[in-house]
């Protein structure tokens, strides 16, 4: 299989693509600018349609139109833009509608930088929007897994009628990798897809008694949220993901996601080298946040966790500390502002709570 | 084994392009892991620019590490930025005239497709002030390439990227020649095949250049 | 015996709950007779925002989008992208539209999208209970202007239709108002060219109504209507600003 050198931007749109997204609306705003740019050439080669809308607020409500009509959709942004599109990402979930939204994240908070971070952790898994709704939020480590989860997350989103959220930074963004892409889905699989959501979705006439007048607001909100609550519980038993690397005899655990989970790998590599018994926890999705990987340790071998992040304050850190549960000392190796991880200081850290037993 | 270049000079002097051209050649013609991760910031010709290039036999965990083995600096001002970075025994290769005393002024021609208002960023991007680099310093080799005049006299100073990176090949055991040779055709050549020639002799005279500097 | 006039089947039998003399009800019933008359009655998407406008949802029988305020011609202009044989309008009040949506109405209309607009333009924000609005007259008293607007304070009403007029792309743009027969009939013409206008895929339409608020403007229905014809419509002259 032929493996092509691509950037991350260009990763998750043309997974996207190949995934039967016909529609992305999008504003310009760095460092994800490539992810438009590159659907504005290829969406129209396939029938879908591009807009540079007016605002992120305008971006994430024309994926609501789309996504009304049944057509697989999705937007992108950084930070600042996707804090923008929190209404709209609220009006998703409340109104059960599918769509993929892609989360660069950058420096923060306000306008800060342009340059990576990990900083919107907490506003991805806990707290997109008003309302106390849950996303599936996948994290993808490597360009390869860029554009495979973004390929998965169209199917999870239609599978549980409900936004799907690509926690990614901006180094992924930027860099560069060969990967192999997924097989595109055909016009003919595009076209059943979109029949297949007849039962809700509006389009061609397709008027329903039970999908009308239940797009938007209600009345008797909480059976509706007591049903999405119960989802979001089963999602705990069928949705959890997570790599765990050299854990069974680690008396160090490194925890990382997505572009810190790189740098954290490199740094078990370098410490099994040096004799230390460490191994990693990769959170693959963070919402659900994999518990058990936590609990499945021995905590009468493991000295510590490293928590590894770019975002100070630790965010992610804290699901660590709620899923270790005080059975063993949580450290954090932090970096933010745009400020990217450095491997040496993982070991710092590492070596240090290695020894401190 | 894994090797990691940095690639650094101005916005204009084509660093990026080398990184990716690296990146690509070590991907089409290795079995190799390759990262690739550029500096990116406001969009502005004269600008600061670089990019990370990994080179593996593993995957790869740190696509931008702190040292590396390689830095091909094409002015003083990415040297000065980037000599923190080199790996103890680790090579340097900076755009400078081998020749100390001779001075490289071919800023005027720098400047096109560059726009008026670059005039005044210009003069630091091509301003290669050899006589205070020493040959070897801070534990690593500095390599000396007359890129900006040897792509000048080749007929076009945006040839330099092209000296610099036949340097860094013909120094290195990173990659067979012809390999890198066959990406500059491939992906320069497509959309300009009339630079086909040009683009082979710099490439070829940095080749030459680089094996020289073998000791 | 032949029935000469009937209740379009499209608007919900039940009746209205709108406040009693509301011209958002006769707004209803219009756009359903020229659906029914367009036979797209079954083959159009509401898409509305918040305010009193949303609760047209009960009473339209077409299909329904409803999301945040102000995003109603974002998703409809997205919507009709992607399913170009659907009727689509919006239904928005001058809160929806002109304010909060300023700058998604305006780039709708500006990009030229092949979507009904339907404003009821009231002067007040309704449902809220009556704040000043980006249409409120100078002088006219709100809940969150007691003494009335100011134009040092708040700038001047603002005129949708004039403003859009500046634009290129849109085709039809319209004032009308439901204060007597001949402008219902005159409304229901507009309505009919700007759904027509969409079948004919020629581009953005707008129709813009002068409605009323008995409730929040402390009248009675009759007075409403005078209120409008003697304050409303001197500030906002009714025709066709756009018709391409």
């Known amino acids: 299989m032929e493996k092509i050198f691509v950037k991350g931007c260009e990763a998750v749109a043309e997974a996207a693509v190949r995934a039967g997204c016909r529609f992305f609306a999008g504003y310009p705003i760095t460092p994800q600018n490539e992810v438009p740019e590159y659907l504005a050439r290829k969406l129209p080669q396939v029938g879908g349609i591009f807009v540079q809308a007016e605002s992120e607020i305008a971006s994430i409500s024309m994926v609501f139109g789309a996504a009304a009509g049944g057509t697989r959709s999705m937007t992108s942004s950084a930070s600042t833009g996707v804090s923008l599109m929190s209404e709209g990402i609220s009006a998703l979930a409340g109104a059960h509608l599918p769509a993929v939204i892609c989360n660069f994240q950058r420096s923060g908070p306000g306008i800060s930088n342009i340059q990576p971070s990990q900083q919107d952790y907490n506003q991805a898994t806990k707290a997109h929007g008003h309302g106390a709704f849950r996303m599936l939020v996948l994290a993808p480590s490597t360009l390869q897994e860029a554009a495979d ?13 409900n936004p799907v959220y690509l926690l990614l930074d901006g180094f992924t963004g930027a860099m560069m990798e060969p990967i192999v892409f997924p097989d595109p889905k055909s016009d003919e699989w595009i076209l059943e897809n979109k029949a297949s959501k007849a039962g809700w979705a509006l389009f061609d006439g397709n008027l329903r008694e039970e999908r009308r007048r239940a797009m938007g607001g209600r009345n008797d909100q909480e059976p509706d949220n007591i049903a999405s609550a119960e989802m979001y519980e089963r999602w705990k038993g069928t949705e959890v993901e997570y790599e765990e690397t050299l854990t069974d005899d680690a008396e160090l655990i490194i925890t990382a996601y997505g572009i810190s989970a790189r740098f954290a790998g490199a740094a078990v590599k370098k410490l099994r080298e040096e004799g230390l018994k460490v191994g990693l926890i990769r959170p693959v999705k963070v919402y659900p946040f994999p518990e058990e990987a936590f609990d499945k340790l021995d905590y009468t071998r493991v000295r ?28 954090t190796c932090l970096s933010s502002g745009g400020n990217i991880l450095e491997l040496d200081a993982i070991l710092d850290a590492a070596r240090e709570l290695y020894g401190s037993r | 084994m894994e090797k990691s270049i940095i690639v650094a000079g101005v916005g204009g002097q084509g660093v990026l392009l080398v990184g990716q051209t690296l990146s690509n050649a070590a991907n089409e013609t290795t079995d190799k892991f390759v990262t690739y991760f550029p500096s990116y910031g406001m969009q502005k010709r004269g600008g600061t620019s670089e990019c990370y290039v990994v080179i593996s036999d593993e995957p790869i965990g740190v696509p931008k590490p702190k040292l590396v083995d390689y830095l091909l600096a094409f002015n003083t001002e990415a040297f000065n930025r980037f000599k923190g970075n080199v790996k103890p025994g680790g090579t340097v290769f900076l755009n400078a005239a081998e020749d100390e005393a001779e001075s490289v002024s071919t800023n005027a021609d720098m400047l096109v497709g560059m726009g008026e208002g670059a005039a005044t960023d210009a003069s630091a991007m091509n301003e290669c002030a050899a006589a205070d680099v020493p040959a070897d310093t801070e534990g690593f080799k500095v390599v000396r390439v007359d890129a900006a005049k040897t792509a000048f006299n080749l007929g076009s100073s945006k040839a330099l990227n092209l000296v610099m990176t036949g340097a860094l090949i013909g120094y290195s055991d990173l990659m067979p020649a012809e390999n890198v040779l066959q990406t500059i055709f491939k992906k320069l050549g497509a959309k300009h095949p009339e630079m086909n020639e040009m683009n082979e002799k710099a490439y070829s005279l940095g080749l030459e250049a680089g094996r020289r500097s073998v000791r | 015996m032949n029935a000469v006039y009937t209740r379009p089947k499209t608007l919900d039998a039940a009746g209205s709950t709108y406040c009693p003399g509301c011209h958002h009800a006769t707004a209803n019933k219009l756009i359903c007779e020229v659906l029914e008359e367009l036979g797209q009655e079954k083959n159009a998407v509401a898409v509305m925002g918040v305010g009193c406008c949303a609760n047209s949802f009960r009473y339209l029988g077409t299909d329904l989008i409803a999301l945040p305020h102000g995003r109603p011609c974002a998703a409809a202009s997205a919507y009709k992208k992607c399913n170009p044989d659907v009727v689509t309008f919006t239904y928005q009040g001058d809160g929806d539209l002109a304010s909060i949506g300023l700058a998604e109405t305006l780039m709708a209309a500006n990009r030229g999208d092949n979507i009904t607009v339907v404003f009821i333009n009231n002067a007040v924000y309704a449902m809220t209970g009556g704040q000043i609005a980006p249409t409120t007259l100078i002088g006219q008293k709100t809940s969150t202007a007691p003494g009335g607007r100011i134009a040092e304070e708040y700038g001047y009403p603002l005129h949708m239709c004039e403003l859009m007029g500046q634009l290129r792309a849109p085709k039809y743009l319209a004032r009308v108002a439901c204060t007597d027969v001949p402008n219902v009939r005159k ?11 969409q079948l004919d895929g020629k581009g953005f339409s707008m129709v813009e109504i002068l409605s009323n608020c008995p409730t929040n403007w402390g009248m009675s229905a009759l007075e409403s209507i005078e209120f409008i014809e003697n304050q409303l419509i001197p500030e906002y002259p009714l025709g066709e600003y756009r018709d391409i």
């Open chain 1, 149 to 161: 989860m973004t390929y998965r997350a169209f199917d999870l989103a239609d599978k549980y009628l």
């Open chain 1, 304 to 331: 510590g966790i490293l928590s590894v992040e770019m975002s100070i304050p630790a965010n992610f850190a804290e699901d660590v500390k709620y899923a270790a549960c005080r059975r063993a000392p949580v450290k």
């Open chain 3, 187 to 197: 409304t229901r013409a507009s309505l009919m060219k700007a759904f027509k206008n």
